[in-house]
């Protein structure tokens, strides 16, 4: 009796227990929410591209997770509510600093299918076919979002079946979608007919409106089989017969060997030391990490803070170092497993005061006088970004991509997510711009199983070995300009962390030669820089930036850009 007893009392917790994780989880109204902008808080914080997103991050750390396993229920959510970007069909970067002090980096760029060659989007005329590199079936690089997802997991605390359910109850019962969303959808329309063979849930005869529902039966199915089958529901099975036989309807070139022999990999992280701080990024082959380092340090002897934010001094300076490192970026980065790239080269500190000796405060360089640096012979567009904390001490910077909003605008066949169009990130040919406005040569050229290069850039910020700042954006090329003048805001110019996000950015990347200046920026040191030879250009919004904080007293500041429907959660 004793023991039947003790079974009841057992089952009776277990009950209770299931109860209290599911009404956590429920908690969640995806049929009303706002997007908070800042918090700060104590135990933990998310900050990511979508409301419902972060919300569900916050949930997982209340239930015991650490700031990996929010990071991983997070983008497994934006792969639902945030379709434009969030995904399972593209790629990213981890970049995170453990509680034991151990900094990891995963790349799960996506790479050129087996079936890809150099000139695959070179016509027998020579044109360069940016459009199939672009849009439709052919753009598709081998996904690798599910793979880092599953890489990223030894780092966590709960079951990868509790992180991924939030996903699946949010594209099987469905979301109400925003003002912004309706927008884009409305505008894909056309794009959406053009380039699939199965009609997607995203097509609608009548306008999307603000406040209907988006339900996503076909990637709740996708979902429960990466649940029920880790890794291999997605790269094995049905899911990858889906995605080949979509392929082969559209002309693209994945493979079932190229999804299965898919593999995160797990790289160094790219550290550099500022004034004192400890910068961890992303290695090749992201360029963000290279580039953020290049551009902090060019500008480390020239007393930026002194000059002021937004003076004309320091934006024509920081225009200057942008300007160098993007030359450099165009000439010697790429995948680092199949092109040399001469990393140590490019940061070393010699080498970066010669870049700098043609630097002129009066005048804009010629672009042809910037050009790649002369190594020394001594020595050898639309993405999405989350960052994470918990009280342990664990600090996560992801930032994923399909590469163009809503990828190659091809929704796989009953997997009912978007393919990447990241095949354009590589150098398509020679001298030829891919949608970015970038060019490359040689160290970006396509190869079969190469990763194309990459612009994103997710940073942590150490102080005294802690994590200070983690920070990171979406943006295509802009990347890592936004990341490096958010540093220097903060680090620099002693800004607010929301004046840090939210002020007009600028961005220059030595070709196309324009300097783009955001909506909203000083007008007065905008002339001041078009007398000094700039050619500039206006534009909308320049990234959505998602900074985490740590405070003097310990607590979480989190910061969500205002410029989307980005929302900081925490507790």
């Known amino acids: 009796m004793r023991k039947l007893v003790l079974i009841f009392f057992i089952c009776l917790l277990a009950c209770n227990s299931s109860k209290n994780t599911t009404s956590q989880v429920s908690s969640i109204n995806a049929f009303q929410y706002s997007s908070p902008k800042k918090v700060v808080v104590e135990n933990g914080a998310v900050v990511s591209a979508h409301p419902l997103a972060s919300k569900v991050g916050l949930e997982i750390l209340k239930q015991g997770g650490n700031a990996i396993d929010a990071a991983i229920a997070t983008q497994l959510a934006l792969a639902v509510v945030y ?90 019962k469905g979301f109400v979608i925003s003002e912004r969303e309706a927008r884009n959808l409305n505008g894909l329309q056309p794009d959406l007919k053009k380039y699939n063979t199965v009609m997607p849930v995203f097509v609608k005869e009548t306008k999307w409106q603000a406040g209907d529902t988006l339900v996503q039966t076909d990637l709740a199915n996708t979902l429960k089989r990466i649940r029920d089958k880790g890794a291999a529901g997605f790269y094995e099975g049905k899911t990858a017969k889906l995605i080949v036989d979509e392929m082969k309807k559209g002309g693209g070139i994945i493979s079932y060997d190229d999804l299965k022999n898919y593999k995160a990999k797990k790289r160094t992280p790219h550290i550099f030391n500022y004034k004192g701080y400890t910068i961890v990024g992303m290695a090749m082959p992201s360029s963000g990490g290279i580039l953020v380092h290049q551009m902090m340090k060019m500008i480390e002897d ?45 940061t070393n500190d010699v080498y970066l005061q ?69 095949m354009d990130d590589f150098s398509i040919k020679p001298g030829v711009p891919n949608m970015y406005g970038a060019i490359g040569g040689d160290a970006n050229a396509i190869k079969p199983g190469k990763r194309m290069l990459s612009a994103m850039s997710p940073t942590i910020v150490l102080k005294d070995n ?106």
């Open 83 to 172: 379709p434009q970007a969030g995904n399972l069909g593209g790629g990213g970067f981890f970049v995170a600093r453990l509680s034991n002090g151990e900094l990891v980096s995963i790349d799960y760029r996506e790479k050129a299918p087996g079936n890809a060659s150099r000139d695959m989007y070179i016509d027998a005329d020579g044109t360069a076919r940016t459009d199939k590199s672009q849009n439709g079936h052919l753009s598709s690089g081998v996904p690798g979002t599910v793979s880092g997802l599953f890489a990223s997991h030894q780092y966590g605390r709960l079951p990868f079946t509790k992180l991924i359910q939030p996903a699946i109850k949010l594209a099987e």
């Open 302 to 346: 020239k007393n930026i803070g002194a000059m002021g934010f937004q003076s004309t001094q320091a934006v024509q300076l920081m225009t200057e170092v942008e300007r160098r490192a993007f030359a450099d970026r165009g000439q010697y980065m790429g995948d680092a497993d199949f092109y040399k790239v001469p990393v140590d080269m490019l």
């Open 466 to 571: 802690r994590p200070y700042i983690v920070v990171g954006t979406p943006g295509g090329t802009t990347i890592p300009t936004s990341v490096f003048q958010t540093l220097v805001n903060m680090l620099e110019f002693n800004m607010s962390t929301e004046d840090a996000v939210y002020k007009p950015k600028f961005h220059h990347q030595w070709l196309p030669d324009s300097l783009e200046l955001e909506k909203g920026f000083s007008e007065a040191t905008g002339a001041a820089l078009q007398k000094m030879g700039y050619n500039i250009k206006q534009r909308s919004a320049i990234g959505r930036t998602e900074v985490i904080k740590v405070l003097a007293d310990g607590k979480f500041e989190a910061v969500a850009d205002k410029r989307g429907d980005d929302a900081a959660e925490g507790w």
């Open 354 to 422: 010669e870049r700098m000796k043609n630097y002129d405060p009066s005048k804009a360089t010629p672009s042809s006088v910037v050009g790649p640096g002369v190594l020394l012979r001594t020595e050898s567009t639309e993405t999405t970004h989350l960052s994470v904390i918990d009280k342990d001490g664990n600090a996560v910077s992801v930032t994923t991509t399909l590469n163009n909003s809503y990828g190659s605008r091809t929704v796989v066949g009953g997997g009912g997510f978007f393919m990447n169009d990241e």
